[in-house]
C-alpha cells in the first residue's frame, strides 16, 4: 500500500510502487484529466504537479511520491466551478479537441505559481514541453495570460489590506 | 455526400429542384433529427462527430435559433448507429454543409408545425403566434408549451424542405460567436473522451504490433505471460497478438512481456527513402483528367516549369487511438471516436462475423484525429478482444509508437506545373499534373481495419480507387480556380501503397494548393507583378476577391517595411474549389546561423458562407495554419527498406511552443443568408504556399519540396 495525497486527500492505494503516477490517477482513482499522450515523457499531455514542479505523470513511478503534494486539474477547479486558470481557458476557447488541455493547464499552473506575471517569452519556453496538434498554442498563450492578469487583480486588493 | 452549392449569395439554401437539403435528403424522417418530449425537453440528433472542430456547438446553434429556444435547453446526440441519422463520415469539411443544413430546415420545419398546431388549439392565425423559449406566444399573450404541442406526434413526418428559414435580420444566435459546449468538461477533467469511459468490470487491453507492415510470427510462448499479475487473456489469432488485463499498467506489462517473447520474420519490402520520388515517378498510374483541355502551350512561348513535392507526413494525434467494445447477449458494442461509425459498424460487423443489426458503434470524442487515423483500427481492436472475452468491456488504447508506426498516412505526392505568360501579363496556358497513392483506405470494407491483415484468415483490403470529382483525393484542388484561358490538368493516380496511406485534413488540397500557389507566384514574378494583383488579374468571383483584399490589407501588404531575414507571401484557395473562401499572408523570419524559418505572423481572411459561430470559425483556421506550418517546415515520415522509423515525437517533431507565430489573425467574412460552406481544412494549402512565397521572398530562394528546408 502507498499513501498517496492527491488535490489534498491521502488515500491508500494497492499497486505496484513501479506503477507510474498516470495509471495510478486514472485508474485507481477516476481522475479524467491526466491523459495518456507518450507515455516517454515527450508530450506533456499527462502533466501533473508535484510539489509545485509540472511533471509528466507517465514516467513518474507512484512509488516516489509518498509525502509529496500531487495536483491534477481537477484539483483546480470544478466544470460548474472552474478555477482561475481553467476559466481562462474558457473564456479564451483556448481548446480544439481538449486532449492535450489538461496537461497544459497543469503545466501553465505551475509556472503561474512561482511567476504570476511571466513575460510572453517565459510562457512559451515554460510551455514548450507540452504539444498540441490542434495548433491552438495562440489561444493557450492568451489564455495564460489572461489568468495571469486575473490573478494580479485578485492580488491587489489583498496587498493594499495587508501589512 | 456532396452536394452542390450555387454562388449566388442570397438565400440559396432552398435547394434546386427537388433534392431536400444537406442530410434531409438520405434522412427526410423529421423525428430523426429533432424530438420533443410531452414535457419540452428538445433532442437534436446529428450523425456527424465532435472531432474538436466544434460541430456540437455550431449545430446546437442552428437549431436553437430556428427553435426560438436558449442553446442550453437543446440536448445534441451525435453520431450512433442505434439512435442518430446515418451522415456516412465526418470528413472533407462537410459538417455544416450536410448536418448544419439538415438541421436548421428540419428545426424550422418543427416551429412551423407547433406553430401550426397552436394556431389551431388557440382559432388565430399563425401571423399572430411566434415560438419563443418553449412556447408558441400568441400576440394577445396566451401561451401553449412545446410539449403539450407534439403529442399525436406532430413531429413525425416526412421534412420537405421548404420551411421559412429565420430571417438573418431577426438572428439571436446564428453569426455570433458562442462558447462550445464541450470546453468546461475538458478544462476541468469531467469525463469528455471514450478515453474516459469507465464501465463496470472493464478490462484492459493492448495489442502488440509486428514490428514492421509484413512481418510474420514465427515463435512465441505466451504461457508465462499469462501468468503475470492481472492477466486475464494473451490472444493469438495469426500475427494478431494482444493482452488483456485486469488494470491498465497490468496490460502494458504483459504488452511488453509478449514484445519481448515474440520473435517475427522481416523483409525489406520498402522503397529506399532517399529515392521515394523516384519510386513514386516509376509506378504505373491510372490518368484521372481533371481538366481537358489542350494545356494552351506551345513552343514558341517562354515556358516556366516547376516540380514540387511532399513527404510522406502523418496526423499525429496527440492521443494514441482508443475504444471500448462489450460483447453480450449476442450483441456488440464498440464506443469509438471513429469519424464514422455507420461504415465502422459495417467494416466491424464483416470482420466479426455478426449481422449488421447486432453491432452498435457509439462515437465519443477522441484525440484530434485530422483526417483517417487509428481511431477505426482501434474500435476494430477493442471489438475483436470482447468477442474473446463476451460480457467484458474491454478497453483498448495504442501505444504512441503503434499510433506513429501504424496510422495510414497522407501520401507522398509529386506536382508538375507548366504555364506561359500572355503578351498582356496574364496566364495564356496552363499544364499540371499532380501524382500520388491514394487519398482514401477508410472503413466500409473490412479489408481496411489494420486488425483484418493480421488474423489467420486476414482480410486483404481492397484495391484504391481515386475519389471522384468535383471534390476528389489526390486531385482535390488540382484544377485552378484562377481563368485560364486554356488549362490541362491530370491526375495520376498510383494504386500501390507500400506505406499505408489514407485520408489527412484536405487530402490533395494541401499539396496542389501548396504548388499552384507557388508557381503563381513564380509565375508573378515572370510578369513582374505583386503577387496580390497577380492573383486578382485572374480571378472574377467577387467572394474570391474580397478575402484577398482583406487578408492583404489586414497584413499591411502594400507598405510591408522590408526587414533583413524577413519575407512576405501571399497565398489564396477556394477549399475544393467549391466550399470555403481563404486568402492568408504570411511573414517569416528566416535564422542565419541555424537556416531554420519560422513562420512570425499570418494574416488570415475567411469566408465560409453564413457564419454560425464566427469563433469556431477563427479556432479552425487558427488551428489550421499552426497545424499547416508544422506540416510545411518540420515533418516528414521516415523509414528504411524494412521498417517505419518514425516512431515517437522525437523521431517524428512537430511544431512546439517555442517555434510557434508572435500572430495569428483571422477575418471571418460573413455572408448571412448564404449557404454553409466547409471551412475546417480550408487554411491547410495556403498556409503552405505563403510560407514558401514568404521564404522566397526573404531568401531569393523558392523551395518545392516539403518539409521546406533551406540548405
Known amino acids: 500500500m502507498i499513501a498517496l495525497t492527491v488535490n489534498g486527500h491521502t488515500q491508500q492505494v494497492d499497486v505496484d510502487p513501479e506503477t507510474p503516477l498516470l495509471y495510478v490517477l486514472r485508474d485507481e482513482l477516476a481522475l479524467n484529466g491526466a491523459k495518456f499522450g507518450c507515455g516517454i515523457g515527450q508530450c506533456g499531455a499527462c502533466a501533473v504537479i508535484v510539489d509545485g514542479v509540472a511533471v509528466n505523470s507517465c514516467v513518474t513511478p507512484v512509488g516516489t511520491l509518498k509525502g509529496r503534494r500531487v495536483v491534477t486539474v481537477e484539483g483546480l477547479g470544478t466544470t460548474g466551478k472552474p478555477g482561475v486558470l481553467q476559466q481562462a481557458f474558457i473564456d479564451e476557447q483556448a481548446a480544439q479537441c481538449g486532449y492535450c488541455i489538461a496537461g497544459m493547464i497543469m503545466r501553465a499552473q505551475a509556472l503561474l505559481d512561482h511567476n504570476a506575471a511571466p513575460t510572453d517569452a517565459e510562457i512559451r519556453t515554460h510551455m514548450a514541453p507540452s504539444l498540441c496538434r490542434c495548433g491552438t498554442h495562440m489561444r493557450i498563450l492568451r489564455a495564460i495570460r489572461r489568468a495571469s492578469e486575473a490573478l494580479k487583480h485578485d492580488a491587489a486588493p489583498r496587498r493594499e489590506t495587508g501589512p | ?175 455570433k460567436p458562442l462558447h462550445r459546449i464541450d470546453i468546461p468538461a475538458k478544462v476541468s477533467g469531467a469525463p469528455a473522451f471514450v478515453h474516459d469511459l469507465r464501465l463496470p468490470g472493464m478490462l484492459h487491453a493492448r495489442v502488440v504490433r509486428p514490428p514492421s507492415y509484413h512481418a510474420t510470427l514465427s515463435r512465441i510462448d505466451t504461457a508465462p505471460i499469462a501468468k503475470l499479475p492481472g492477466v486475464r487473456a494473451v490472444h493469438r489469432d495469426g500475427n494478431y497478438l494482444a493482452v488483456v488485463a485486469e488494470r491498465e499498467y497490468q496490460a502494458i506489462a504483459a504488452m511488453h512481456a509478449v514484445e519481448g517473447a515474440a520473435s517475427w520474420n522481416e523483409a525489406p519490402t520498402l522503397p529506399e527513402s532517399e529515392k521515394i520520388f523516384d519510386w513514386l515517378t516509376s509506378q504505373p498510374a491510372e490518368e484521372v483528367p481533371v481538366v481537358s483541355g489542350s494545356g494552351g502551350l506551345t513552343g514558341r512561348m517562354n515556358i516556366l516549369e516547376a516540380t514540387y513535392r511532399r513527404a510522406y507526413q502523418m496526423h499525429a494525434s496527440i492521443g494514441p487511438s482508443c475504444a471500448v467494445a462489450q460483447f ?130 486476414p482480410s486483404a483490403p481492397p484495391p484504391p480507387r481515386p475519389l471522384p470529382l468535383p471534390e476528389g483525393g489526390g486531385h482535390r484542388n488540382a484544377a485552378p480556380i484562377y481563368s485560364i484561358a486554356d488549362a490541362r490538368v491530370a491526375y495520376e493516380f498510383v494504386s500501390a501503397m507500400p506505406l499505408r496511406v489514407s485520408a489527412l485534413r484536405s487530402l490533395g488540397a494541401y499539396m496542389n494548393i501548396f504548388s499552384i500557389e507557388s508557381f503563381m507566384d513564380e509565375l508573378a514574378q515572370s510578369a513582374k507583378a505583386d503577387p496580390v494583383d497577380f492573383r486578382l488579374r485572374h480571378l472574377d468571383d467577387p467572394r474570391a476577391r474580397a478575402v484577398i483584399k482583406v487578408a492583404a490589407e489586414r497584413f499591411g501588404w502594400a507598405d510591408y517595411p522590408r526587414r533583413q531575414d524577413h519575407g512576405r507571401g501571399f497565398a489564396f484557395a477556394r477549399y475544393k474549389n467549391l466550399a470555403a473562401y481563404l486568402a492568408l499572408a504570411a511573414e517569416v523570419e528566416v535564422d542565419r546561423k541555424s537556416r531554420r524559418v519560422r513562420l512570425k505572423r499570418a494574416v488570415a481572411a475567411v469566408d465560409s458562407g453564413e457564419a454560425v459561430n464566427p469563433d469556431g470559425i477563427e479556432n479552425q483556421i487558427e488551428g489550421g495554419i499552426l497545424q499547416a506550418a508544422s506540416w510545411t517546415l518540420h515533418e516528414r515520415v521516415t523509414f528504411d527498406r524494412t521498417r517505419i522509423t518514425s516512431r515517437d515525437w522525437s523521431s517524428y517533431p512537430i511544431l512546439r511552443f517555442s517555434g510557434i507565430p508572435d500572430e495569428v489573425r483571422v477575418h471571418v467574412v460573413n455572408q448571412p443568408g448564404a449557404p454553409f460552406l466547409g471551412t475546417g481544412e480550408a487554411a491547410q494549402g495556403p498556409t503552405a504556399a505563403a510560407i514558401a512565397n514568404a521564404i522566397a521572398d526573404a531568401t531569393g530562394v523558392r523551395l518545392r519540396d516539403i518539409p521546406l528546408t533551406l540548405l
Open chain 2, 328 to 457: 453480450e447477449n449476442g450483441q456488440l458494442t464498440v464506443w469509438t471516436h471513429s469519424q464514422g461509425v455507420f461504415p465502422l459498424r459495417a467494416a466491424i460487423a464483416q470482420l466479426v462475423q455478426l449481422p449488421a443489426d447486432k453491432v452498435r458503434c457509439i462515437q465519443l470524442d477522441g484525440s484530434g484525429c485530422y483526417g483517417h487515423n487509428g481511431a477505426d483500427d482501434a474500435g476494430a481492436d477493442a471489438a475483436l478482444l470482447a468477442m474473446a472475452l463476451p460480457g467484458h468491456p474491454v478497453r483498448m488504447q495504442w501505444m504512441r509508437e503503434q499510433e506513429h508506426a501504424w496510422e495510414p498516412y497522407g501520401s507522398a505526392m509529386i506536382t508538375k506545373a507548366r504555364a506561359a505568360l500572355g503578351p498582356d501579363g496574364r496566364i495564356a496556358g496552363w499544364d499540371y499534373s499532380v501524382r500520388s497513392c491514394t487519398h482514401a483506405t477508410r472503413a466500409g470494407p473490412a479489408g481496411n481495419l489494420l486488425p483484418a491483415w493480421l488474423l489467420a484468415h
Open chain 2, 1 to 175: 455526400m456532396s452536394f452542390s452549392l450555387p454562388l449566388r449569395p442570397a438565400m440559396p439554401q432552398a435547394p434546386a429542384e427537388k433534392r431536400l437539403p444537406g442530410s434531409l435528403e438520405r434522412s427526410p424522417q423529421l423525428d430523426s433529427w429533432i424530438r420533443i418530449d410531452e414535457r419540452g425537453a428538445i433532442t437534436v440528433f446529428t450523425g456527424k462527430c465532435e472531432l474538436g472542430q466544434g460541430i456540437k456547438t455550431a449545430l446546437v446553434q442552428v437549431a436553437a435559433e430556428e427553435l426560438g429556444v436558449a442553446p442550453e435547453s437543446i440536448h445534441l446526440v451525435t453520431a450512433d448507429t442505434a439512435v442518430t441519422p446515418n451522415e456516412g463520415y465526418t470528413a472533407g469539411s462537410h459538417s455544416m454543409q450536410d448536418s448544419g443544413t439538415a438541421i436548421r430546415y428540419a428545426a424550422a420545419q418543427a416551429r412551423s408545425l407547433l406553430i401550426g398546431a397552436a394556431a389551431a388549439q388557440l382559432g388565430v392565425p399563425r401571423q399572430r403566434l411566434k415560438a419563443r423559449d418553449g412556447e408558441v406566444v400568441a400576440d394577445d399573450g396566451r401561451r401553449l408549451g412545446f410539449g403539450p404541442l407534439v403529442k399525436d406526434e406532430l413531429l413525425h413526418v416526412t421534412a420537405d424542405g421548404r420551411a421559412e428559414l429565420t430571417d438573418a435580420a431577426h438572428y439571436r444566435l446564428i453569426g
